[in-house]
């Protein structure tokens, strides 16, 4: 396929009726209980899954001619939900869970976001390939809207501080794996764009160049959870905009 011009109908049409699509379901599912988000999530990551496996298989067989392709590899900031999303519902009611909530709601929903405001990473020449893209990021704001609307998401300061603990971790969990897969990947494989790859990525990308990974690394995390903070700004406002009322009762 041709890919789709940035801002262009498709990308315009898809943006705005999944918003509205996700925005509707969330509210829908405002009540949901223990077990209904059990299915909810479990749901999501089952689809994400099946659907990342196909993108695996296409990459490997098709595109990459029976060559890995180790940019791909499934440990990307917007993959991570894939898995949250089917290790959560299994944990009891704890900080841990509760981190992967909050999470999902402020990296994660500013990573879908991000994607439908600069498209360039999710239009591709392959239509499975595409709509696959602009799916994964508009499910990755439906469950960050979903958990918001059903009192799941980060409301306090104190659960915006466990989202940034937890990516992290997620970030030296990304290193690592890109150090162990450095050699085989021949210096392909820039998960979470934390190096020691040159990042992708535009800005960072400069800096990186100019001063080194390791120059742009914390560079690139600060101002990733800067991002993930103003997601979470307007529901912390809003908290506290409801807590002054019920105090003034």
């Given at each position: 396929m041709e890919k789709p011009k940035a801002y262009g109908p498709f990308h315009l049409i898809f943006t705005f009726v999944g918003l509205a699509v996700c925005i509707l379901l969330a509210y829908l599912l405002r009540h949901t209980g223990k077990r209904g988000n059990k299915a909810v999530l479990l749901s999501v990551g089952i689809f994400l899954a099946v659907t990342e496996i196909y993108k695996q298989l296409f990459y490997y067989y098709y595109i990459g001619d029976h060559t890995y392709q180790w940019w791909i590899f499934p440990f990307q900031l917007c993959s991570v939900p894939m898995y949250l999303c089917l290790i959560a519902p299994f944990l009891k009611e704890g900080k841990a869970q509760s981190a992967m909530y909050h999470f999902m709601t402020t990296f994660n929903l500013l990573g879908g976001l991000m994607a439908f405001i600069e498209p360039s990473g999710i239009v591709h020449e392959y239509w499975t390939l595409t709509l696959h893209a602009f799916l994964w990021h508009m499910v990755l704001i439906f469950v960050g809207f979903y958990l918001i609307a059903s009192g799941r998401g980060a409301r306090t300061l104190k659960d915006y501080r466990s989202s940034v603990f937890l990516f992290l971790a997620l970030a030296a969990m990304a290193f690592i794996i890109n150090l162990i897969f450095w050699i085989p990947s021949e210096g392909d494989i820039k998960m979470f764009y934390v190096g020691p790859?040159?990042?992708?990525?535009?800005?960072?990308?400069?800096?990186?160049?100019?001063?080194?990974?390791?120059?742009?690394?914390?560079?690139?995390?600060?101002a990733v959870s800067l991002g993930a903070y103003l997601i979470f700004l307007p529901v912390y406002l809003w908290e506290r905009r409801k807590e002054k009322a019920l105090s003034k009762k």
């Amino acid at each position: 396929m041709e890919k789709p011009k940035a801002y262009g109908p498709f990308h315009l049409i898809f943006t705005f009726v999944g918003l509205a699509v996700c925005i509707l379901l969330a509210y829908l599912l405002r009540h949901t209980g223990k077990r209904g988000n059990k299915a909810v999530l479990l749901s999501v990551g089952i689809f994400l899954a099946v659907t990342e496996i196909y993108k695996q298989l296409f990459y490997y067989y098709y595109i990459g001619d029976h060559t890995y392709q180790w940019w791909i590899f499934p440990f990307q900031l917007c993959s991570v939900p894939m898995y949250l999303c089917l290790i959560a519902p299994f944990l009891k009611e704890g900080k841990a869970q509760s981190a992967m909530y909050h999470f999902m709601t402020t990296f994660n929903l500013l990573g879908g976001l991000m994607a439908f405001i600069e498209p360039s990473g999710i239009v591709h020449e392959y239509w499975t390939l595409t709509l696959h893209a602009f799916l994964w990021h508009m499910v990755l704001i439906f469950v960050g809207f979903y958990l918001i609307a059903s009192g799941r998401g980060a409301r306090t300061l104190k659960d915006y501080r466990s989202s940034v603990f937890l990516f992290l971790a997620l970030a030296a969990m990304a290193f690592i794996i890109n150090l162990i897969f450095w050699i085989p990947s021949e210096g392909d494989i820039k998960m979470f764009y934390v190096g020691p790859a040159i990042s992708p990525l535009a800005v960072f990308k400069e800096i990186a160049t100019a001063c080194g990974w390791y120059v742009n690394t914390p560079i690139y995390l600060v101002a990733v959870s800067l991002g993930a903070y103003l997601i979470f700004l307007p529901v912390y406002l809003w908290e506290r905009r409801k807590e002054k009322a019920l105090s003034k009762k």
